[in-house]
């Protein structure tokens, strides 16, 4: 993957957008994904996509009142419950079948075949606890089936997470997966900037998995609706 890192790296030069990060790095809540991004084939329309995410044990605004009680009503809130939690998914996939059909072309690379996807989900509050919460996203299986990508093993080329409290980013690990062996941070926020960039060329492929079934939320909590 050599062309790939030469391309992504030059790439590079577009800026990303920046944004705040909300404490130190996994302060608040951190990603519980232990060796790859959860997807899976559901049946002939639907392949799941995963984001499950843990908070830890120090909830921002308990933490910003520094010991003191809230003394006025938009200061007050239920520590039990965080509200605001936005959860956004961008994802590459390889388009296998175009590569292998014009593989000849030798003024092709392979990042010309990538093909990038985006979704979110905002929760107006979910329960501030410690255990494993999973954002659902669903991705067509056609789609994935003509692109030559559905195969046992769904493998993306990367992916981009952004999880976020009243619009400020928090700072976690692992949000930028690339699949290229011994990827420089440089060549991650590059990919990033490639993601959120050119995820649009495909907006709606990819939807919140409680716009296909309300079951999707079982354990999560009320979501904000799309306008």
Request: aromatic share 12%; proline share 5%; net charge positive.
């Amino acid at each position: 993957m050599k062309n790939t890192l030469t391309i992504i790296v030059l790439l590079s030069m577009f800026a990303f957008p920046s944004q705040g990060l909300f404490g130190e790095k996994d302060e608040f809540l951190k990603l519980d994904i232990t060796s790859k991004l959860p997807i899976k084939k559901l049946n002939d329309s639907w392949i799941l996509i995963s984001v499950p995410f843990k908070f830890k044990t120090t909830h921002p605004r308990v933490k910003a009142l520094n010991g003191s009680r809230p003394t006025t009503i938009t200061q007050a809130f239920n520590p039990k419950f965080i509200n605001d939690i936005k959860v956004k998914l961008w994802i590459c996939f390889l388009n296998k079948y175009n590569q292998n059909l014009l593989g000849s072309n030798a003024s092709l690379k392979e990042t010309d075949f990538y093909q990038y996807y985006s979704a979110e989900v905002e929760y107006r509050t979910l329960e501030f606890e410690t255990s494993t919460k999973n954002a659902n996203f669903l991705f067509p299986t056609p789609i994935a089936e003509r692109d030559g990508f559905l195969e046992s093993t769904i493998k993306p080329v990367g992916y981009v997470i952004e999880i976020s409290h009243n619009g400020t980013n928090f700072d976690i690990s692992d949000s930028v997966y690339f699949n290229y062996r011994g990827a420089t941070p440089q060549v991650l926020e590059s990919f990033r900037t490639q993601a959120v960039s050119k995820s649009s060329e495909n907006k709606g492929v990819l939807l919140p998995a409680h716009e296909i079934s309300m079951n999707y939320l079982d354990g999560m909590g009320p979501v904000k609706t799309q306008n």
